[in-house]
């Protein structure tokens, strides 16, 4: 049924940016923008709180991609689309605002740009300072830590720590958020002394 | 893991969303997650959707995408055909309505009627596949979203149109009427219709038809923001009669020419669509040259707007802060650079604008004109290689420095930064991230504001969390708590 998206797996994202690039081909950004239409349509969905806004996003970005991709230097589709669907949708918001809801708006994006996160250490491929990290699991608040032991090192799913924990799956959610964030920090430094 | 590799695609999604995966498929699909915030925040906003409709959204949006695709062919085709019918219209008014509107509105009937049936909940399953061109654009705009569309008024036209039109002509902004609307005002029909239009109680005239014509977000009152569903919409109205028609319809000159410069925006989006739907609303009825001004907009005075471009490649800025002089209120540029802010009684603004990287400079700005915002760039920072700036929230003796000073940062980021590897870089790249110095001198809350991708962005905050150590900010009272943004260049 989503076979466009799967539609020609084995070409990469940049391939397929090259050739819109080359020559302007349609196809090909539809091909690539398919990958990530779910991606986007959620991200939408988050900030709109409409499915019809949301999807009615989801088309007007792609219009952006075709005017703003050209001229782009771009390394990683997914991290720019990212970006630009979460501005696109700030936009929105924005824009259904009266006047005096402006700053108001403006405060919005403050706070959502800090959402923002880059690759945890934990989820890289290379966890090489292993004991670092676990040196700094031990510092984490109980909660957090067994959370991200359950679900790092049991590979549970949220549903299961849910479960065992009896907490429900938004809880789990945020602990592994925070302990994440606070492991970060431990492990560039920061806290260790 | 694998999974942390791969990209999780729709029906994985769909899956996961369904609850068909097992546990352990379960855990390796949310630690994919779990490493990406573009995936992380969708799956947020997905599970607030109930599968099925996830679901329905998905085959509809695909549906809708590889309609554009398909549709994007015969944009040079229906540029000329509309060409042809403004001209058209201009010089031969009477003849075409006479001819060209019983046929137009047999086509159009049945058209509108289709949408409707599929209305609310069909538009994921659009089944009917191949239809004439304009069907398919009209579709396209039900699904866009508007929540209506009353059947196109069956008894309109008549000869009166003309002198109807020309009334029209003389209302000064007489709102341009669009046909659902006409309809809901009153059965009525023809001349008498028409006299409707003005008192018709939507906001603005010109923002109706924008919106009717952009045919998306009838709910939203997007207008100038987006130019691209123009494009779709002008579309829709190219066929000869159909130009003719509608254009007989709404009663309304200007408005042939406004289809054109929709369809020559569409050829040229980027700058000329967004600058021309901002610039004032002229009533610019008269059939001339110039087209742009009459380009569709909000008719008010009331609000100013303007492009912010960097001097460089006069390319659009994004993210730009906009300051109105008189309030503290602020905007930030949109993906294009644009922005718009409230006017004062004379219909000017004066603006801040700044940019990390460029000038920080004040500009006046008019509703009469367009309003280009240059921004020079600012390369004492660029030569600098790093620079921070200090919450301006709050009043500080000094704001959180790093240990030994702007300089030692400095220094320590020469001697450290790395290019990411696999990265090229065309000159310069700067990434800008802001995070919170506390009184304790702990960094926190790190966010990216700018950068050019992610690597980029995790050696930034490599190199602010193993630089020095910061010393927290002091106000009167002691230590305090700043907020930092820092722009730090990667050169090559």
């Known amino acids: 049924m989503l076979e466009i998206s799967g539609k020609n797996p084995d070409i990469t994202d ?14 090909a950004l539809g091909a690539l923008y398919s990958r990530y239409m779910h991606l986007v349509f959620g991200v939408s969905f988050k900030y709109l709180e409409s499915r019809e806004d949301a999807r009615d996003a989801v088309m007007q970005i792609f219009e952006k991609l075709i005017i703003e991709l050209p001229g782009q230097e771009i390394r990683i589709f997914k991290s720019w689309l990212y ?10 918001i924005r824009s259904q605002k009266s006047a005096d809801g402006r700053l108001e708006v403006y405060k919005i994006e403050q706070e959502f740009m800090e959402s923002e996160s ?19 699991m031990e510092k984490l608040k109980e909660d957090q830590k067994q959370c991200i032991e359950l679900f790092y090192y049991q590979n549970l799913c949220y549903q299961e720590i849910a479960e065992q924990l009896g907490i429900n799956e938004k809880k789990v959610k945020s602990f592994l958020q925070n302990g994440k964030r606070n492991l970060r920090i431990c492990l560039e430094g920061k806290n260790v002394g | 893991m694998s999974a942390k590799k791969k990209h999780r695609n729709a029906s ?8 068909e995966l097992s546990g352990k498929e379960r855990h390796s699909f949310e630690r994919g997650v779990e490493a990406d915030p573009f995936d992380m925040e969708a799956l947020e906003g997905l599970e607030m959707i109930s599968p099925g409709e996830v679901e329905e959204d998905m085959l509809s949006m695909h549906d809708r995408l590889r309609k554009r695709l398909h549709r994007r062919r015969r944009r040079a085709l229906y540029s000329i055909a509309a060409t042809v019918a403004s001209l058209l219209i201009v010089s031969t008014v009477f003849i075409n309505i006479y001819d060209f509107n019983p046929k137009s509105r047999k086509e159009s009937i049945p058209i509108d009627k289709s949408n409707l049936h599929e209305e609310p909940g069909a538009r994921g399953a659009e089944k009917e596949e191949q239809q004439v061109p304009g069907l398919r654009d009209l579709q396209m705009e039900n699904d866009n979203g508007i929540e209506e569309t009353p059947p196109v008024q069956k008894e309109t036209r008549a000869p009166e149109q003309n002198d109807a039109r020309e009334e029209t002509r003389d209302q000064k902004n007489a709102p341009v009427e669009k046909n659902t609307q006409i309809e809901k005002n009153t059965p009525v029909e023809k001349n008498a219709r ?26 939203k009152g997007i207008t100038a923001e987006t130019e691209q569903p123009a494009v779709q919409e002008g579309k829709a109205l190219v066929p000869e009669e159909e130009a003719h028609f509608d254009k007989a319809k709404m009663a ?6 406004m289809m054109q410069e929709e369809v020559r925006a569409a050829e040229a989006p980027a700058p000329v669509a967004g600058q021309v739907v901002t610039m004032e609303a002229q009533p610019g009825r008269s059939q001339k040259k110039e087209r742009a001004i009459q380009a569709p907009s909000i008719p008010s005075a009331d609000r100013v707007s303007g492009v912010v471009v960097s001097s460089v490649d006069m390319k659009p800025l994004i993210g730009a802060s906009i300051l109105e002089k008189d309030s503290d209120s602020g905007v930030v540029t949109d993906q294009n650079g644009r922005f718009s802010v409230a006017a004062n009684q004379q219909s000017q603004a004066t603006v801040v604008a700044s940019f990390p990287g460029m000038k920080t400079g004040e500009y006046q700005l008019s509703t009469n004109s367009v309003n280009q915002l240059v921004m020079q760039p600012d390369l004492a920072p660029l030569d600098e290689g790093v620079i921070i700036w200090h919450s301006e929230e709050k009043e500080f003796v000094t704001g959180a420095e790093p240990e030994g000073g702007l300089d030692a940062l400095k220094k320590y980021i020469e001697d450290h930064i790395r290019i990411p590897s696999g990265d090229t870089i065309s000159n310069r790249e700067f990434v800008v991230l802001r995070f919170n110095v506390d009184k304790d001198g702990t960094i926190s809350q790190i966010e990216s504001l700018r950068s050019p991708g992610q690597p980029f962005t995790e050696e930034a905050i490599r190199l602010l969390l193993n630089g020095p150590d910061w010393q927290p900010a002091r106000d009167e009272n002691g230590p305090t708590d700043d907020v930092v943004r820092m722009f730090i260049v990667f050169k090559k």
């Not at chain 1, 970006?83 to 929105?92: D, R």
């Not at chain 1, 880059?118 to 700094?136: G, K, N, T, V, W």
């Not at chain 2, 994985?12 to 609850?19: I, V």
């Not at chain 2, 309304?252 to 020419?257: F, I, L, S, V």
């Open chain 2, 12 to 19: 994985e999604y769909l899956q996961y969303l369904k609850g």
């Open chain 2, 252 to 257: 309304e000159a200007p408005d042939a020419e």
């Open chain 1, 83 to 92: 970006v630009l669907t979460k501005n696109f949708c700030l936009m929105q």
């Open chain 1, 14 to 27: 940049e391939e397929l940016l090259r050739q819109f690039n080359r020559n302007g081909s349609l196809e």
């Open chain 2, 194 to 219: 028409i006299e409707n239009n003005a008192p018709v109680d939507q906001p603005s005239g010109d923002e109706i038809v924008v919106r009717e014509r952009e045919a998306a977000n009838a709910g």
């Open chain 1, 118 to 136: 880059e690759m945890h250490p934990i989820d890289r491929e290379d966890q090489s300072a292993e004991a670092d990290l676990q040196r700094c």
